[in-house]
């Protein structure tokens, strides 16, 4: 084992510094194939990465790349050569230190192909480009190792698995490179380890001291929260009241939308003019630019964000930071509140804020589990299939291959290890020929066999489309949001377009804190004017609703249990006895269903605590089955925790509807049609190229040539319903916005334990549902009728008769 | 049948669910925008191979409305195959079905931009046809009268409840009648865009197809 070069333990020394256990550890660990270092933000995480690349490049000097640093963010990407920089330059080592992201310039990205830096800072996207040009192997000769930033986050994408793709064909290109992964505090260290090793390699997993626990507590408010909602606004002054008392305070929201409510709430109580901020993915990159810049400099007092913010950039002092709404996953939270001082050693400081009654109990059942380091999360399964599609694309535009090598290569990364070569088959099949029942595209083959085996492109231009549309990150349809009549106009940022199709002139919405007034669309842009005097309607945005995880579920329902509640705030632990009085409060070996009267309707409320997106399929699926029975459902909403239905008959025997078998077919009829397996197909039609986003043109949309991607899906589960791709959407959907997995897992659990309370009016637990917002009618019927009772309207209204 | 009736040029004419048009009077069934082989030609330019059922599925649609109406004469109204290739190079079962279809019935292909010369398919090639008070083309002229054309794959868009539901569509006023595409690859204009805004007058009326067609003042 070698020592760390003295001119680095000098600049340690110099700095007054010494080197961490974890960073030594990792240098003793340089030569290994695989590392994995769990260190908290702030633990000097990133030297211990570069640390063995300054070493060897102080010992040996040499030219051409050595190590290659990959991170999910551009803006980390461009940091860390910020942060490098300085060391590098103090050792005294003469090296290129360079960023490639898609902000590269293209002169720069050139000259990288034919004279690349010592270390190369990139992205998974980036990344897999350069290994699709044909002169990859002379770029990448003699890398040594590769650094894979945030790792945990990548893991749970498909981000992750295309880089574990582009690394697998990069080992084969450069067989002694070694890896690394730095990771935030994760359930399940050894995943990642699985993850990222070249597969058999082992990979030793490094902790380092987690320092002291965060100091995590419910922020206490005079007033009551309400009994639903996502706002908060309650909570706005004792807030500001925080935001006073600290230097700077992120305050996290789970949605966009809600960001945006609070952010404008604050505004309006904000009488000091304190600087505060909003940051969210859906803002134009220039605001967001500006908010990280002035947020480094330390001018703001607060940051109202979203996810967008969880990755590690230092954002310097902030020493507070606000969770707003329930956190619906605990490791989450823990990375979020993570992001508060970083100074090493001295406790995070984060509050919770719950949204309304319920997630009260969610908080402290997320505080409880945070306290205990019981952390949550789901197995992601194997790779998935599209992303293997897309990987075979760009092999080929680097030049022909062999399906054996091809194979065995791809099963080396960690997601794709128990592939198997039949599933490799039909992916290799489906990019050469579409892999259709019919045998249609036999003279257009996208990717040949020449007559020594190697696969190629038919058509060699076909690889700058591949290469155009690479990745796995999905730009739902969004449009540019403008202000109207300033010269050029000032970019907002996006809103989705089924959203600006619902907007009529004249209807306001937020974005980016203002109020903005719709006045048209123009050349696929949305044009909007500044209006602060109306109640604004709220912009949808793409931002994933979170499910509350199974581990969270559980212990509210295992709360639930307790003879009383000493933890909760008393109006909480009231409502929840005056439930145990008045019905019962659900438990977690048994399904509680509710069946009472209210406003002329009849309601059933089920409490599978399935998450959001389960207790959404069920709802669709007990609607159906009722429909089938003649129990007459109108329609129904769901939360987290409960699904409630409402219609013309009483539910007097629900254990019919709960078959498993029955739901399962139900399932597979319902999805046929569904527009969440529309949304999936699409997505996975994209990345493993069926579609094309990119043409070399300008974007599709509006024009009449091309079509929906919902059309073929149609066509496929029509005359092909078997297809790889229609497979591959089944898969996606079901673990995804489907979830049926937790259905099953719920049934599962609950046997024959259903317990249906019939009660004259509607109970506690059941009562804020009715507050709920993305109430769902009953489909089919529902939409044509709609469509003819406003057609008859509007004809009217136009003194127009149809014959 | 699900259809919605309408009068045009003193001709009682039926827009079918299907976005087909009927005449009863003449017999007489109209599409347009086949775009047959459209898969193929993407496929052909070093496009994506899509799934290749949309020939298939387009043809089975027609030869449903055929059946369902009797119809004794049949116009395509342009822009039937994707490219005059295309003509060539649809499968042989594709072919047979619409040798099949053309049996017993008088059969008319106008001239699209797509294509635009004589295909080697039975039926008569026009680049536009008159019968009784109509003239059928591809493309709207400025100034005709009486006028069924094709072309622009219109579509229609409509606020109910709190949903936007948008399907191709009819669009028809006093002096033309445009029809939706017809193909099953084919996407569609908003009637709002300034090319078919600017050519509709005052008046005009969309009809939505869809399972349950439905007729509302053209959406601007």
Redesign the interface.
Known sequence: MTPIPARITDWFTAKGWSIHPHQQDMFDRAQDPATLLIAPTGGGKTMAGFLPTLAELADRPRDGLHTIYVSPLKALAADIRRNLRGPADEIGLPIRIEDRTGDTSATQKKRQRVDPPHILLTTPESLALLTSYEDAPRMFTGVQRIIVDEIHALAESKRGDQLMLALARLQSLCPDLRRVGLSATVEDPAAIARFLARHPDPCQIIQADPGPDPDIRMLETQEMPPWSGGGAAYSIPTVLKQIKQHKTTLIFHNTRAQAEIFFHNLWLANDDALPIGIHHGSLDRQQRERVEAAMVRGDLRAIVCTGSLDLGIDWGDVDLVIQIGAPKNVKRLVQRIGRANHRYNAPSKALLVPANRFEVVECVAALEAAKAHDLDGEPRGPGPRDVLCQHILIAAAAGPFQADALFAEMTAAGPYARLTRAEFDACLTFCATGGYALRAYDRWQRLQQRPDGQWQLRDPRAAQRIRMNLGTIQDTDTLKVRLKRNRGGKPLGEVEEAFAASLTPGDTFLIGGQIVRYEGLREMVVEVSRRADRKPKIATFSGTKFATSTQLSDRILRMFAQPDWPQLPSHTAEWLALQRDMSRLPHRDRLLIESFPNDGREHLCVYGFAGRNAQQTLGLLLTKRMEETGLAPLGFVATDYATLIWGLDAVTDPRPLFQPDALRDGLEIWLAGNAVMKRTFRASATIAGLIERNTGGQRKSGRQATFSSDILYDTLLKYDPEHLLMQITREEAMRGLVDFGRIEDMLARIGDRIDLIRLDRVSPLAAPLFLEVGKIPVKGAAEERLLAEESERLLRAAGLAAS | MNK????FADQTLFALASGALWWPDKCLLCVSDLHLGK??RL??R?????????S??TLTRLAADIARTGAETVICLGDSFDDLDASVAI?AAEKQNIITLQAGRRWIWIEGNHDPGPIDLGGAHLSEYMLGPLTFRHIAQHGARAEVSGH??PKA??????????RPAFLVDDTRLILP?YG???????SS?PALNGLMGE?A?AI?T???P????MPR
């Not at chain 2, 070093?46 to 949309?54: R, S, V």
Request: charged share 15%; net charge positive; no cysteine.
């Open positions: 919605v009736t309408f009068s898969s193929e496929a052909r070093g496009g994506p191979t899509l799934p290749p059922y949309d298939q599925d499968g622009f794959h868009r409509l606020r109910a409840g709190n949903r936007s539901i948008t595409a099953t690859y084919t996407g569609g204009l908003h865009a008046r009326l939505l869809g399972p349950q439905q007729i509302i003042p």
